[in-house]
């Protein structure tokens, strides 16, 4: 029976939670993106009006999808050159989805994200349902066709396997935006020390350049391994310029609801690096180059109003 404009309706009235749900089962936005449409796909050729709850439909066969692709995602990544992280996602993207508590903001924080990518793909559904949209074990079990009991389990497990000891430190867009200054000058100082006191003992700095822009793929540990390495990332320079077709701007801003700094060519952004923070001061780096994993955020920025670039920050 063909769709009504009614049924389709219902469905886009889904989409931002469905997309949502996708991006922290993936880690990707074009691959929840495309989850999302086949979904749609599904329901189109349902008996759409004989499910008895449509979210609830809906959110089991986008779930099963997500399952499946982080399935055959895990034997792609065996391949993948460098080091895999997520796609980052820029302040006031609507597929970040709820981030009315603190434990929704968590799960959507790029640390997390990365972390996540320790999960069997069933422990990363069940958190992601309980942890982020507040789905009872009972419905969880629904959907993954699991007893509540084995949802429950699966949720303590997955929640320990995540957590890693760091307290995290919740910062607003001003806050965050006073952290990246501080990192900025200290970065672009020309010495080591002042940045060297902003990073805890065991910070680390990891990049995703996809083997398509250089990154390196064995992280840089300890403070002043670091310290050392982002002095010369921040280093101006004319092989900066040859790599990205221009100076890139640099803009603090924040993705994923971390602190982050936006490198930018001619409105294309050339590169995210989002800063964990804790209250013994900032515990790890994490950068996408990866112009593939960019484009969203790209398209996005175009559509911000992201004020003025930080002077000598490059």
């Known amino acids: 029976m063909p769709l009504t404009a009614n049924h389709v309706d219902r469905f886009e009235a889904s989409r931002p939670r469905l997309e949502a749900i996708a991006y922290r089962l993936l ?3 074009t691959e929840a993106e495309d989850a999302v449409q086949e ?15 449509p979210e609830a439909w809906l959110t089991k066969v986008l779930t099963n999808l997500c399952l499946n692709e982080l399935t055959s995602a895990r034997a792609r990544r065996e391949t ?11 302040a006031g993207d609507p597929m970040l989805g709820p981030a009315d508590t603190a434990e929704q903001r968590e799960s959507v924080s ?4 990365t972390l996540m990518e320790r999960l069997a793909p069933n422990e990363r559904a069940v958190y992601v349902l309980r942890e982020a ?35 995290r430190t919740e910062v607003d867009e001003a806050a965050a935006r006073r952290i990246v200054e501080e990192f900025l000058a200290a970065a672009t100082s020309g010495q080591t020390e002042p940045l060297v006191r902003l990073l805890t003992k065991d910070v680390i700095s990891v990049g995703d350049g996809g083997g398509k822009v250089p990154a390196r793929a064995k ?26 077709g221009g100076m890139p701007e640099v803009y603090a801003w924040t993705a994923n609801g971390d602190p982050a700094v936006v490198a930018v060519v001619d409105g294309r952004v050339v590169g995210v690096m989002c800063l964990e923070v804790t209250p013994e001061g900032i515990t790890a780096f994490r950068s996408q180059v990866n112009p593939d994993k960019l ?20």
């Open 133 to 167: 949209f507040d789905y009872p074990h009972r419905e969880i079990a629904d959907i993954l066709d699991i007893s509540e009991a084995a949802s429950q389990q699966i949720f303590h497990r997955a929640k320990k396997h995540v957590a890693d000891g760091k307290v």
């Open 295 to 314: 484009e969203r955020a790209t398209a996005h920025w175009a559509a911000a109003d992201h004020g003025e670039p930080l002077p000598n920050a490059l």
């Open 219 to 244: 992280a840089f540990e300890g403070a002043v391994a670091v310290a050392r390495f982002l002095w010369g990332l921040f280093k101006p320079g004319e092989a900066k310029r040859a790599l990205y």
């Open 80 to 90: 993948y050159v460098g080091r895999w992280l997520p796609e980052p996602l820029l």
């Open 110 to 113: 790029y640390a997390v994200l």
């Open 27 to 29: 880690g990707s936005a």
């Open 39 to 53: 979904t749609f796909l599904r329901w189109q050729a349902a008996d759409v009006g004989r499910i008895e709850v």
